[in-house]
């Protein structure tokens, strides 16, 4: 037997809509985290940017927006992403968007090694927000800005902090990696499971005259990585110089810590 269920045409058409528009917006969110996980920063900012010339709502504008200011950090945009990042918080979003974003500020200033303004921006973020989901992250961004600093005894005290407050979080496993170094600055060029590699690249620095050394470390899952390092220098400014020697070299490099 057949039920036959009478709908009002108009009800009916603006529920079809309504329905088609919600989905379109999931549909288009989706495209755009979807292309940020790949790594295609590009395609991010396009499909974000489009999403928010739609006039979405507030929520969904925060969203995009953040994911705009994602991309754009992938693509080495720091005063680009920061503006978007800023949009966000006028927005008013969740308060855990509203965290993400301004984590995100933080990010953008130590990515282009303003870390004065890095540290700045995450003392007051944890002064504003001291009951954040994301305290453990922020103090750890506080540590790293002063190590960067060569604020050893101040990024010491926030490190240990973590450690105190969030013994079992991800970032207290990169404190204590932190805590355990000595205090000098390094350029990494490389990180391996496999020993051996590690140890090749070593030779090879060695064989072009460059002080590399081997460090083993553990990841949270207790995993064991090589990682190779040149130089054990007193300044930024001296590991900045030979980041760019190693870097003319061919090699990847980042400053550690």
Do not use: C
Not at 20 to 48: H, P, Q, R, W
Not at 86 to 99: G, I, M, R, W
Not at 181 to 208: H, P
């Amino acid at each position: 037997m057949k039920i036959f269920m009478h709908v009002p045409q108009k009800l009916s058409a603006m529920s079809v809509l309504l329905i088609f528009l919600v989905f379109s917006g999931f549909t288009k969110m989706n495209d755009i985290e979807t292309a940020i996980i790949e790594k295609d920063f590009k395609t991010a900012k396009s499909l974000a940017e489009d999403f928010v010339s739609q006039n979405p709502s507030s929520l969904d504008a925060a969203k995009a927006k953040y994911y705009l200011g994602l991309s754009e950090l992938g693509l080495v945009q720091y005063e680009s992403a920061r503006t978007a990042f800023n949009q966000v918080l006028e927005l008013n979003p969740s308060a855990s968007l509203y965290d993400k974003a301004w984590l995100g500020i933080i990010d953008s200033f130590g990515m282009e090694e303003k870390f004065e303004d890095d540290l700045v921006q995450a003392e007051r973020f944890l002064k504003e927000r001291p009951h954040s989901e994301f305290l453990s992250v922020i103090y750890l961004k506080i540590g790293r800005a002063n190590l960067k600093l060569s604020r050893w005894s101040k990024a010491e005290d926030y490190l240990k902090k973590l450690i105190h407050e969030f013994p079992k979080s991800f970032e207290a496993h990169t404190a204590r990696q932190f805590l355990s170094e000595k205090r000098f600055f390094a350029i990494q060029v490389g990180s391996f499971l496999d020993q051996e590699r590690a140890i090749a690249l070593v030779e090879e620095l060695k064989n072009k005259g460059e002080y590399g050394y081997l460090v083993e470390t553990q990841d949270h899952e207790g995993r064991a990585f090589y990682r190779v390092r040149v130089g054990q220098l007193k300044t930024l400014d001296e590991a900045h110089d030979m980041r760019q020697r190693l870097s003319e070299q061919g090699y990847p490099t980042h400053i550690y810590p």
